[in-house]
């Protein structure tokens, strides 16, 4: 419990780090071009990376079959937010979708 | 001109619709971080320590398998150096500020406060000498749903059976978030990259292959982007 809070602390620090540094050295500090550029990509990355785990590794070991519930629910919810551009209504048509694969049992 | 209490009004105002979307993320952020294990005073409090939703989601996911402080932080770090990107843009309208302000906006500043506060500092038909409490308002008013929404999560997270399998929101989510943002040829190849690299590398201890992965999709966006 300590342990977990110490880490919270911790998350908590490197988050505010990241949020202050740049307005509070703004004039001592130039940001140099390639961390401009990389940060442009960090979002995408971080976000696919966890998008794939979640959705190809559904009980921790890879699964591309037809059996993989979770695998056509995403294709048909990132089908939604391609035509869309909607979270919720991402989130609405991918849970539904499990639901219905998973109440007839593919 | 306006005033401090105009701006402080108008910001929260701006804020109010961003705060519908926020709201189901900030329940889902509760249930899922009861269902990884995490104590309900821990869940509530990672979300004013840390107050940053994709990292705290992730953390809520790595908590739960038994992943080391250290490689949380680090991962934290990563998925939230984005927030320099905004701080440094917000920057140069800042500086007048005394200290104290910019540490209290600093931790106020989210994805979501940052969209809605960048644009009206960039209208320049307005003058700049309360545009701070604008900030301020939106900030808080973020603040204090996403507090609140974490609370009912939790709440409610210990009735909800796991047959519902509420964590796939937290891929929906994401698969929303991104897919919009796949507008050119660097930000696909990220993503590809990263996504593959995920998977190759899902065998290595506390989902150290994340970090692997994102920084993976990071270098080959960079490299796209500068070759084109």
Known sequence: ?106 | MTSARQELLAGIRAEMPVTLGVTPFGLIYGVLATAAGLPPILAIAMSSVVFAGSAQFIGAQLFGVGTPGIIIVLTTFVVNLRHALYSFSMAPYLQRLPLRWRWLLAYLLTDEAYAVTIGHYRDESKALDHKHWFFLGSGLTLWIVWQLTTIVGVALGAQIPPTWALDFTLALTFIGLVIPALQDRPNIAAALTAGVVAVLSFNLPYKLGLLIASLSGILVGVWMERRA
């Open chain 1, 1 to 106: 419990m300590t342990t977990a809070f110490l880490t919270i602390l911790g998350m908590g620090l490197v988050t505010y780090l990241t949020r202050l540094a740049p307005m509070w050295l703004y004039t001592r500090l130039k940001i140099p071009l390639w961390m401009r550029q990389a940060m442009r990509y960090v979002p995408t990355a971080v976000l696919t990376a966890i998008i794939f785990t979640e959705v190809l590794l559904p009980n921790g070991t890879p699964d591309l079959s037809i059996h993989n519930a979770r695998l056509l629910s995403a294709l048909l919810a990132a089908f939604i937010a391609w035509r869309t551009g909607n979270v919720l209504a991402t989130i609405a048509v991918g849970m539904i979708t499990l639901w219905i694969l998973q109440a007839i049992g593919l």
